[in-house]
């Protein structure tokens, strides 16, 4: 006879499945005792084919791996027919108590401000161990604060009648939030859930189908998307043709198609989806310093989070410059210069609405203004081009001029619309920025970029990179991540994968210049140029060298490792099948890096002027 189940592992397997059946493909466990009947249920959930389990030794790590596996996925489909939503995909990362759930706070903070739903299942002790000394017992309600949509404390299961009807009710919430189902505000869930001893089965156990896991007379309720507003069609000011469009983090390709249905030009980050297309303004950033330029533009409108661009924010800022948002969810909008004047959900379909191509008018304002920003975009793509080329970089790159720019650009320049960039924040993103696009002259021959640009720190990349590569991969594309030295030292650990865990194929960029280049192009460069203490300050609290090895970081973690000298065999490396993760690390000058930024803006502006 077999002996009855204990409470905390009946209601385990009964999350568990019930995640499976809702959709969540995925979950990352990080190991420990009070989660042990999660633990038990996923194994067991894995091995019937009900999910994905990934287990990581470090929380922090799993987190981002997480976030990396929700960012890649492919969307759930809700609803019927015509009124279908395409919803971001859950995936759920479990951890013990104490410490455990706080370094989740990174990939938390990450998930609630570019709306991932991360459904954190976080176990606890049972409430009456809480404020007596427990070992691995802090107080954890509460812990992310408003970050996350929605936050509940289950108490432990004792076997009364109607708590696993309880216990699924609540989890059904919590999906439901961190979708996005009732408000459009996708994003990370908290869910803590107390257990009591015994915390294991008696015994192995079978895996039984979801359904049968639940209560009698069990009812999921199905929660229905609202129906899409329909778009706004606001009013334009003053001449209508005197218009921008930016493209910040997540916008989609709607801003693009929204930019040449008008005929405005396009101003688009990198992970922005939009990037590409007639109308793509190259090195935007050092073109807006073009006062002859840009003091004829009059409105701007806004899709996505722009983060990347100082330039951008001073236009946005502009009191002679009428800004729309459009900022779908329920969210907050983006509009840091608080100079917005107008939010919409959406824009009307006729604002995206296939036009007579921009060329063919003729005389009017609208294309004279176009021409001047198509115009500038060519030059300044001539100087970012001749900056970058074989050529420029032929000595190699750990002394040439403009070497990250020439990594970046060899990175994108081997990829197309069946490869994913993953790009890590600092000077990555903004090399990136600068060179996507010069090598693809039609849209759709880019790859798909991601970019953590919620918080752009440089926690988790790798591991989020990790996550993506997983998903991608079920969608036939293959993934490479670019980063710079320290933000892949930030998340090294990320490497670390254990024998019986699902394999991924991943290649990562490190771009090495020993130190954290990104603050020699802000004020503090000025200040190290300045004096000899100077220099010697930025370099210890700013530049922070390193020295690391990392060709023995990687072994150490039973990663290949390969270190390239030329544009030339990064782009050979990049073009060879990839076979589980690869690192390949690019060595690049550091110490010229403001003046060399100084200098392409400088050439890019001066080579726009000629064009007015």
Not at 174 to 187: E, K, P
């Amino acid at each position: 006879m077999n002996a009855p189940l204990p409470p905390s592992v009946v209601a385990a397997r009964a999350v568990v499945a019930d995640l499976a059946l809702q959709g969540v493909r995925d979950v990352v466990l990080a190991p420990g005792s009070r989660s042990a009947p999660l633990a038990y249920a996923l194994a067991e959930a894995d091995d019937a084919g009900l999910l994905t389990l990934h287990v990581r030794v470090d929380e922090r790590s799993a987190g981002f791996l997480a976030l990396g596996l929700s960012r890649g996925a492919e969307p759930v489909l809700r609803g019927a027919g015509d009124e279908q939503a395409a919803l971001p995909r859950p995936v759920a990362v479990v951890t013990t108590s104490g410490t455990a759930v706080a370094n989740l706070h990174p990939a938390v903070l990450e998930a609630h401000h570019t709306g991932v739903p991360l459904v954190v299942l976080a176990a606890d002790r049972p409430h009456e161990l809480r404020g007596t000394g427990a070992s691995q017992t802090t107080d954890q309600v509460g812990i992310f604060g408003a970050a996350v949509r929605y936050a509940v404390d289950v108490p432990a299961p004792d076997g009364r009648d109607g708590e696993v009807r309880d216990l699924l009710g609540t989890l059904g919430r919590a999906l439901a939030a961190a979708q996005g189902l009732r408000d459009g505000h996708a994003g990370p869930v908290h869910v803590n859930l107390a257990f009591r001893d015994p915390l294991h089965p008696p015994e192995p156990l079978v895996p039984l189908p979801a359904e049968e896991t639940w209560p009698p007379g069990f009812r999921r309720a199905t929660v229905v998307p609202p129906a899409p507003a329909p778009g706004a069609d606001p009013a334009l000011h003053g001449d209508p043709a005197r218009t921008l469009v930016v493209a910040g983090d997540g916008a989609g390709p709607v801003a693009r198609d929204v930019a040449e249905a008008q005929g405005w030009p396009l101003l688009a980050e990198p992970s922005s989806g939009a990037c590409g297309g007639p109308n793509a303004v190259a090195a935007y950033r050092s073109v807006l310093g073009v006062e002859e330029l840009t003091r004829d533009v009059e409105q701007v409108v806004v899709f996505g989070r722009p983060t990347l661009s100082r330039p951008v924010q001073r236009l946005l800022g502009r009191t002679d410059v009428v800004v729309t948002v459009v900022a779908p969810g329920g969210g907050p909008w983006p509009d840091a210069a608080r100079n917005a004047e107008l939010v919409v959900p959406a824009l009307a379909e006729r604002w995206s609405a296939p036009a007579a191509p921009v060329d063919a008018r003729e005389g009017g304002a609208e294309s004279a203004f176009l021409a001047r920003w198509r115009a500038a975009g060519r030059a300044a793509a001539a100087v970012v081009e001749a900056a970058t080329s074989d050529g420029s970089v032929a000595a190699g790159l750990p002394t040439a001029p403009f070497a990250g720019l020439a990594v970046a650009r060899a990175v994108a320049s081997v990829l197309g619309p069946n490869d994913v960039l993953v790009v890590g924040s600092s000077n990555p993103v903004r090399d990136l920025d600068l060179v996507l696009g010069l090598d693809h002259p039609q849209a759709g021959d880019l790859p798909v970029v991601l970019a953590n640009r919620g918080l752009a720190g440089i926690d988790g990349t790798v591991s989020t990179a990790t996550g993506v590569a997983h998903a991608a991969a079920r969608q036939g594309l293959r993934t490479r991540a670019l980063v710079g030295d320290l933000t892949f030292l930030h998340d090294v650990g990320g490497l670390l994968r254990g024998p019986h865990e699902p394999p991924v194929d991943l290649e990562v960029v490190v771009v090495n210049d020993d130190g954290g280049s990104i603050f020699a192009t802000l004020e503090h460069g000025g200040l190290a140029a300045s004096s000899a203490a100077g220099a010697a300050t930025f370099e210890r609290v700013f530049g922070t060298p390193h020295g690391a090895t990392l060709a023995n970081l990687c072994a150490g973690y039973g990663v290949d490792h390969q270190l390239v000298l030329d544009v030339g065999s990064l782009r050979h490396a990049l073009q060879a099948p990839t076979r589980g993760v690869q690192v390949i690390e690019v060595r690049v000058p550091r110490v010229d890096r403001l003046a060399e930024t100084r200098d392409l803006a400088a050439r890019v502006a001066a080579a726009v002027r000629e064009t007015l």
